[in-house]
């Protein structure tokens, strides 16, 4: 089992450009979760899903949009970065109690 | 807010002491789960305590709640200097979001 894996690890966009990071996770989780982490801030919650097709905001959902047309993929978009969105991204998957997280995507907005 | 708050924010010990983390928390829980974080990389599941429950024990991981003063502990005993990370705690709500606090970083000097 590869777990959660993200794609990609890095990135550098400059202001204005849009991008989508792609989550996937082979554990037939029903929930998936995308967060953002920042010095200082600890991780937050961008959006999330209970399931397939379902999606909702979470504590910092502006700026980003997802989809979650497979149960195994959850998608995060930016349509216009901007440097306030440089952080790193973390997808997790859980069951129900316990969530796995993905190795982590690194974005810098220019 | 539903966030965890750990304390100390930075930990310093020398290994084979033992390390003592706090986390605060303001809402009634489900349960409250403790993730550990290595440098660069995604979180790991170290143990879930339920809301019912006062202690419990993972190897040499020791976790108390006490949700009359809504707090728990984390104690690891006898530490290596692989436990040098970051841990967050999570309290758990009534929906299957977690809501991390910014962690305590822990550093185990050889």
């Known amino acids: 089992n590869a777990g959660v894996t993200q794609t990609p690890k890095f990135r550098v966009l400059k202001t204005g450009q849009s991008m989508t990071l792609l989550c996937a996770q082979d554990?037939?989780?029903?929930?998936m979760y995308w967060y953002r982490q920042d010095p200082g801030m600890g991780l937050r919650l961008i959006h999330y899903s209970v399931g397939e097709g379902t999606t909702a905001k979470g504590e910092v959902p502006d700026g980003y949009n997802v989809s979650r047309l497979k149960k195994q993929n959850f998608l995060l978009g930016l349509e216009s970065a901007a440097p306030s969105q440089t952080s790193v991204y973390f997808c997790?998957?859980?069951?129900?109690?316990?969530?796995?997280f993905g190795p982590g995507t690194r974005l810098t907005v220019l | 807010s539903q966030q965890g708050e750990e304390d100390p924010q930075a930990l310093s010990i020398q290994e084979g002491e033992n390390a003592t983390m706090n986390c605060s928390y303001k809402t009634s829980i489900n349960n409250l789960q403790w993730y550990r974080q290595n440098s660069g990389r995604g979180l790991v599941h170290l143990i879930l305590i339920r809301s019912n429950e006062r202690e419990k024990h993972s190897g040499r991981l020791r976790v108390t709640l006490d949700t009359s003063k809504k707090s728990s502990s984390l104690l690891i005993t006898a530490s290596r200097a692989a436990d040098t990370a970051s841990y967050f705690c999570?309290?758990?709500?009534?929906?299957?979001?977690?809501?991390f606090g910014t962690g305590t970083r822990l550093t185990v000097i050889p």
């Open positions: 997790a998957s859980s069951y129900d109690r316990e969530q796995f």
């Open positions: 999570a309290p758990r709500t009534g929906a299957n979001n977690l809501f």
């Open positions: 554990m037939n989780h029903e929930y």
